[in-house]
């Protein structure tokens, strides 16, 4: 069964200082979701990785895509307060009947300090 | 365009007692999803729906939980008779096709069982 971890799980870390996420899986997949979620708020889709070697940005975040590795990155750079959230990454798990299943990793609270 | 709308946004009920949700995706998106978030995890599929089809009930619990999606439009969930356990935050999502498009999530139901 398709497994997809993340660390760090919680992630306390002072404004202006740069970090990752990482978001490993356990069985092929070439596509990987990153959302972010505030605290009683829905899920919030942020970079879409279609393919291997995928890199997206998007402001002070960049998620980069290793299919071979199974490892989908989320880079931090100089984090500001509004980041505080929760990311969770997402594979994509074909059927064989034409559908596709979403697994979510566990998510990683992430706390910007001023 | 409109998003993913859910209701009622909050419940508290008593174990035992009976409750429903409501979804109703973005227009023309085929493929609806029920998850559940319990605190501090990440969303676990509990049915799947292309159109008016169950693709995937594996991971609901059937002899508390149903759901049916009529018309292959919006969709209830249900679940009766409640357990303690099942106070988490219910979310609807639903995609358009697939062709690597993310998920739209609606805003979820917190439901809390006393």
């Known amino acids: 069964e398709l497994k997809v971890e993340q660390n760090p799980l919680f992630l306390s870390m002072q404004e202006g200082k740069n970090y990752t996420i990482y978001c490993n899986y356990s069985?092929?997949?070439?596509?990987l979701y990153w959302y972010r979620q505030d605290p009683g708020k829905s899920l919030e889709s942020l970079f879409v990785l279609l393919s291997n070697g995928a890199v997206k940005q998007e402001g002070r975040l960049m998620a980069s895509l290793d299919t071979k590795a199974r490892l989908s990155t989320l880079h931090i750079t100089a984090a500001v307060h509004d980041l505080s959230a929760t990311y969770f990454c997402a594979v994509d798990m074909f059927r064989g009947s034409g559908t596709y299943k979403y697994i979510f990793g566990t998510g990683t609270r992430l706390k910007v300090l001023a | 365009e409109a998003g993913v709308a859910q209701s009622p946004r909050y419940k508290i009920i008593e174990k035992r007692q009976s409750v429903a949700f409501w979804c109703n995706p973005i227009s023309g998106h085929a493929t609806l999803y029920w998850y559940q978030q319990i605190l501090g995890q990440g969303p676990k599929l509990l049915i799947q729906f292309q159109n008016n089809g169950v693709v995937d009930d594996s991971q609901l619990p059937k002899d508390r939980f149903s759901a049916e999606r009529l018309k292959g439009v919006d969709s209830t969930l249900k679940i009766q008779p409640a357990k303690l356990e099942d106070s988490a935050v219910y979310l609807c999502?639903?995609?358009?096709?697939?062709?690597?498009?993310?998920?739209?999530f609606g805003p979820g139901t917190r439901l809390t069982v006393l």
């Open positions: 069985t092929t997949s070439d596509r």
């Open positions: 999502a639903s995609i358009v096709e697939r062709d690597g498009d993310e998920q739209f």
